[in-house]
Nanobody, 123 residues
Framework: QVQLVESGGGLVQAGGSVRLSCAAS????????MGWFRQAPGKERDFVAA????????YYADSVKGRFTISRDNNKDTVYLQMNSLKPEDTAVYYC????????????????WGQGTQVSVSS
């Protein structure tokens, strides 16, 4: 199995930036896609961004396009989410997840999940 650990969350002012990290360990050879999701209190879990680790293709939710960037490190064992121009509505618990196969946005298709990291954006 794959273990995922998110880090980097915290409190930030509107307009600021944070970078989230997702460190993967275990049986990662079968993980082809890494995704970021977020869930605000009382809200559904929403797709944020994903990257196909084999070819580097990325995909973003409309709400974060132009502000967030997903990337990977040189060893491809850590994925980042750079979050710029943050808004209060970005406040949520952010989760990273991984799956085999192709890039999709449906959370139910992701196999392994991290524990989440809180991002709070103040106005």
């Amino acid at each position: 199995q794959v273990q995922l650990v998110e880090s980097g969350g915290g409190l930030v002012q509107a307009g600021g930036s944070v970078r989230l990290s997702c460190a993967a360990s275990g049986r990662t050879s079968s993980s082809y896609v890494m995704g970021w999701f977020r869930q605000a209190p009382g809200k559904e879990r929403d797709f944020v961004a994903a990257i196909d680790l084999s070819v580097g293709t990325t995909y973003y939710a409309d709400s974060v396009k132009g502000r967030f960037t997903i990337s990977r490190d040189n060893n491809k064992d850590t994925v980042y989410l750079q979050m710029n121009s943050l808004k209060p509505e970005d406040t949520a618990v952010y989760y990273c997840a991984t799956k085999g196969g192709g890039l999709v946005t449906m959370s139910r298709l992701y196999t392994y999940w991290g524990q989440g990291t809180q991002v709070s954006v103040s106005s």
